[in-house]
């Protein structure tokens, strides 16, 4: 179990309250408070971040797709969810047995070929979890969008390593700690890339990281955002 979101000590000051999102190219909303995200119909919707940054929290929220299934939930909306904690659930049952690390491998596999089925052949939006902090990952799925006539779009959980650190411990499963810093470093580096770092302006770009948007926010912000909806197709 992930802790909230909005289990951060010391929230940032707030910006204004903006009632409805709709987002496009690269968006700050760190420190702001948003009602809504609104996207295309069809989308292909990432939720992004570091082991314990809140992924599947947020799915859950916004999706009602709990951590415990065993499959792609379709929600009331018509959303499509894909976690990779739902291909881990399935897979225990002939897998538990062993060690996670040992078919660690496995799930990451399943779950990428899951992503590429759901892309080329369901209908509605889809929101996938995905670390994104591999360069190879977010190509394979802009690809895999093109080729669907999708549109892509990134939501990035910004959160301190020891706050993420802290939500595997809360859930329970906890990252390897060589890989959690290989994760944490590679996540520094894209966030740095797209200026998000302090150390000039957000990168301007019509399709950061290959997506039609990217939104990035932390936990406080992401608590403020009541609902995550899509146009009808």
Known sequence: MTPPLDSAASPP???ARTRTV???ALLDLRAGEVDELHYPA????VFAGVPGAGKSTALHRFFAAGPEAEQPVRTASGALVLDSNHT???LRHRLGLLPYPLWRPLVHLAHYRAIRAALHTAEGPVAIHDCATFGWSRKLIARWAREGRRELHMVLID???TQARDGQI????????VAFTAHCRRWEHMM????ARGEGPLLVSPSPLDSASVVIVDRPTLSTVARV???AA
Do not use: E, I, Q, Y
Not at 192 to 195: H, I, K, M, P, T
């Open 13 to 15: 000051p707030r910006a």
């Open 22 to 24: 709709r987002p496009a």
């Open 42 to 45: 069809a989308s292909v919707l």
């Open 88 to 90: 881990r659930n399935r």
């Open 159 to 161: 959160v301190p390593a």
């Open 170 to 177: 809360t859930r329970g499963r906890r990252v390897n700690g």
């Open 192 to 195: 740095r890339d797209l200026g």
């Open 229 to 231: 909806t899509f146009d």
